[in-house]
């Protein structure tokens, strides 16, 4: 079909969607008793921003996390990515959505132990079958940018903690998503190694990445360009 | 384009996770060689339930062969002919077996030995080895005298401990000469031959030729003096052979005993061995032979096979329980895996697809090495036991395929709870 096409270009070719857009978006998880652990809000992320969302711990972050990254469905509100409206597909249609659109960074990591930094990255393309070769050299590509061009065949074991974040930025990169979706990407970091990630962030989002950045961390929430604050679930624009 | 519904719209531009079939392959081959001790512990169940199941089944085989085939080799070429109560002599008690028995059935194909064998009528006379009458009484025995031609010994699968057994041409010149069954000779207090020694039936003395060691049929002969048909007819007056026994070749029971060759007015049947021995005749005589034995031998082989397969059925169950449980065991360990995997755009159904044929590979080594063991032990159990292996063609691909089948059913529970794992718990639980 015709229709496979990026929705940028469809009805209404002026406008470009945001990459991110919450329209009145809420979770409750159903008690007894309920919590409403994120309430109903508005937030608008452009396509190339970048922002923070900075909360302490239990205000909601993670399951504005969750949201974003289509792992948990809304109680109310519709949510946007990439103006394709999320709530009416199914599971399916949200894995594939997920696994093209978003990369994920995680605290802590989630790499493979017994397979190579180079396999880590790759495994983020076998689920939209790319062909064989293409995805070798797009994961060689992902890793050179993050600066582990020369580990390949390395396995994760053998890395430091910063470098196993750059695998894992690596692999969130490689799928050329339309938003990196970072939760406490420094979390299991020291100084020195956070302030590594956080300049690779900042080269990501200087090559024009859109990225959001979950963190309870003052100093990694300053290095975004636009930070939202998130307090007993609702969000704040700083 | 502008008729579709934003929804429809929605689903249109949205591209469903695949995966396809050699990056499944890929992903399981280092989901199981990422642990491979893992993997081994998880096939050993499989591969000791194979190995027993294939095992015992091919013993059970192995086996059931061996008893049958000893039996049967036995009884199968035993043909017995004795008189019966047709023909024209009606009920007289005289057998109307020639003396030359042994030669008419010699010239038949598929007989092996044939022998006459009869039991001679002495009127109680005691037997003893010492040339004095005892008054006493306590060197003189009761022992059954048994009269057979030269080829008995050989008919019924004897061996002869010492000395030699007598042939036709002692019988011709009805030479007064004995053969002892072994428990004859021990009562008789005879072990060796060197002296020339000799026994009294009554008052009349033999010279012993030989001491039998063993035979596999008639073991009668094993507790009598044996002595030549024609100094039985001399010395007792034996009238005729009583029975006449053949050891026939493996197969030959059939065409020379079971299948009658002429039917009589009065519709008995008449064998090929009957019409040798009396061609004018043949009614006159009775055969006993097998009447085959594939029946008993499927008897014997149900009965070893019914056992074995609960052994191994069980151990299989057993093993199949293990790959469940270490499959389940794996899957709540790589729950992270899981995660990350979903949120790497993984469909429910590519987890399930990927712990299942995880399971299933597992059970399928694990019955490729089962086995390989199973027939490898059946040889060497047979190699003991000087065996002839034997084996049903199909076990060995079978046993293979049902230990995948096993991997396959073992994995389908852990592997849907693989696919219900919700991402988020997935993702928090490391």
Not at chain 2, 49 to 74: M, P
Not at chain 2, 201 to 222: C, H, K, M, W, Y
Not at chain 2, 277 to 301: F, I, K, N
Request: charged letters at 20%.
């Amino acid at each position: 079909m015709s229709l496979a096409v990026e929705p940028t270009m469809s009805d209404e070719p002026s406008t470009i969607p945001a990459v991110i857009e919450l329209r009145e978006v809420g979770r409750t998880f159903p008690g007894p008793p309920p919590v409403e652990a994120f309430k109903p809000s508005n937030l608008k992320i452009e396509r190339g921003e970048y922002v923070s969302i900075i909360g302490p711990s239990g205000s909601g972050k993670s399951t504005l996390l969750h949201l974003l990254g289509l792992l948990d469905r809304p109680t109310t509100g519709s949510y946007l990515l990439d103006g394709i409206d999320t709530g009416h597909l199914g599971d399916n249609a949200r894995a594939g959505l997920r696994g093209s659109r978003i990369g994920f960074v995680f605290q802590s990591f989630h790499l493979m132990h017994h397979r190579s930094v180079l396999e880590n990255v790759e495994l983020a393309q076998i689920y939209n079958r790319m062909p064989r070769k293409e995805r070798r050299q797009r994961a060689v590509n992902a890793l050179e940018q993050v600066g582990l061009g020369h580990r390949l065949s390395f396995t994760p074991r053998t890395l430091s903690g910063g470098e196993r974040q750059r695998v894992a930025v690596a692999r969130a990169l490689v799928t050329e998503p339309s938003l990196l979706l970072a939760d406490e990407p420094t979390g299991n970091l020291d100084t020195e190694m956070s302030g590594d990630i956080m300049q690779v962030l900042d080269d990501l989002h200087g090559a024009g990445l859109t990225l959001a950045v979950i963190t309870h961390d003052l100093d990694v929430s300053r290095r975004a360009e636009r930070q939202v604050r998130i307090v007993d679930g609702s969000l704040h624009e700083a | 384009m502008n008729d579709l519904t934003p929804e429809a719209r929605d689903r249109s531009v949205v591209q469903h996770p695949r995966l396809s079939f050699r990056d499944l392959l890929d992903e399981m081959v280092s989901g199981l060689l990422g642990r491979p001790g893992r993997l081994v512990l998880t096939a050993l169940g499989t591969v000791l339930g194979i190995t027993a199941l294939v095992s015992t089944l091919g013993l059970a085989k192995t086996a059931g062969n061996q008893i049958v085939s000893r039996f049967d080799e036995l009884t199968e070429t035993r043909i017995v002919i004795s008189p019966s109560d047709n023909g024209f002599g009606g009920n007289d008690s005289t057998s109307s077996i020639p003396w030359n028995a042994e030669t008419r059935l010699s010239r038949l194909n598929g007989v092996v030995a044939a022998g006459t064998k009869s039991d001679v009528d002495i009127s109680g006379a005691l037997s003893r080895s010492v040339p004095v009458v005892d008054p006493l009484g306590i060197n003189e025995h009761q022992i059954s005298v048994i009269a057979t031609s030269g080829g008995l010994l050989e008919a019924v699968r004897g061996s002869i401990r010492t000395g030699r057994y007598f042939d036709n041409g002692h019988s011709d010149r009805s030479d007064p000469v004995v053969v002892l069954g072994p428990a004859a000779a021990q009562r008789l207090n005879i072990f060796r031959l060197d002296t020339q020694p000799a026994i009294f039936i009554g008052e009349q003395s033999f010279t012993v030729l030989g001491i039998i060691d063993d035979v596999a049929r008639e073991p009668d002969l094993l507790n009598a003096i044996v002595m030549p048909d024609g100094t039985a007819r001399e010395f007792f007056g034996l009238a005729a052979p009583a029975e006449v026994h053949i050891d026939a070749a493996v197969g030959a029971t059939a065409l020379l005993a079971n299948e009658p060759m002429t039917i009589s007015e009065s519709g008995t049947a008449a064998n090929m061995v009957q019409i040798a021995l009396t061609p004018d005749d043949p009614e006159s005589l009775r055969t006993q032979a097998s009447q085959g034995y594939t029946a008993v031998r499927q008897d014997v082989e149900g009965d070893v096979n019914a056992l074995f397969v609960v052994l191994g059925a069980v151990s299989l169950l057993v093993g199949g329980l293990g790959i469940a449980n270490v499959t389940l065991v794996s899957v709540l360990e790589r729950t992270p895996e899981i995660g990350l995997r979903r949120a790497l755009g993984a469909a429910r159904r590519h987890i399930a697809a990927q712990f299942l044929l995880e399971s299933t590979v597992t059970g399928l080594l694990g019955g490729i090495i089962g086995a390989s063991v199973g027939v490898l032990t059946i040889v060497a159990v047979s190699a003991v036991r000087d065996w002839t292996p034997v084996l049903e063609g199909y076990l060995p691909f079978a046993a293979v395929g049902l230990g995948a089948l096993i991997g396959l059913i073992a994995g389908t529970y852990p592997a849907l709870r693989a696919a219900q794992t919700e991402p988020i718990t997935a993702l928090r639980s490391s």
